[in-house]
């Protein structure tokens, strides 16, 4: 079963930036669609951003433009830069293949607030 670690959510105000980084256990980056998920309470997890094998990215209309989705093959981590961020970004963010197969993981969570 494949691991995936994410880190570096947190506080950050309204127009700020943050990393997050996925740390898969094993190399999958090759063989699997990756994607970034968020869920807010209340709310269903959703696909926000995802990335094909051959590095092509896609995003959902409300973090196009704001949110970059990229890998790095030798030390299998998954990034999502995301700036300019807003009060609705906040949420649990994870990271899996996009459909999905590994176990969710514990996620870190964002939270967008003045």
């Known amino acids: 079963q494949v691991q995936l670690v994410v880190s570096g959510g947190g506080l950050v105000q309204p127009g700020g930036s943050l990393r997050l980084s996925c740390a898969a256990s094993e190399r999958i980056f090759c063989f699997y669609v990756m994607g970034w998920y968020r869920q807010s309470p209340g709310k269903q997890r959703e696909l926000v951003a995802w990335i094909s094998r051959f590095g092509d990215s896609n995003y959902v209309e409300s973090v196009g433009g704001r949110f970059t989705i990229s890998k790095n093959f030798d030390e299998n981590i998954l990034n999502l830069q995301m700036n300019s961020l807003k009060p609705d970004d906040t949420a649990a963010y994870h990271c899996?293949?996009?459909?999905?197969?590994?176990?969710w993981g514990q996620g870190t969570q964002v939270t967008v607030s003045s």
């Open positions: 899996n293949s996009d459909p999905v197969v590994w176990d």
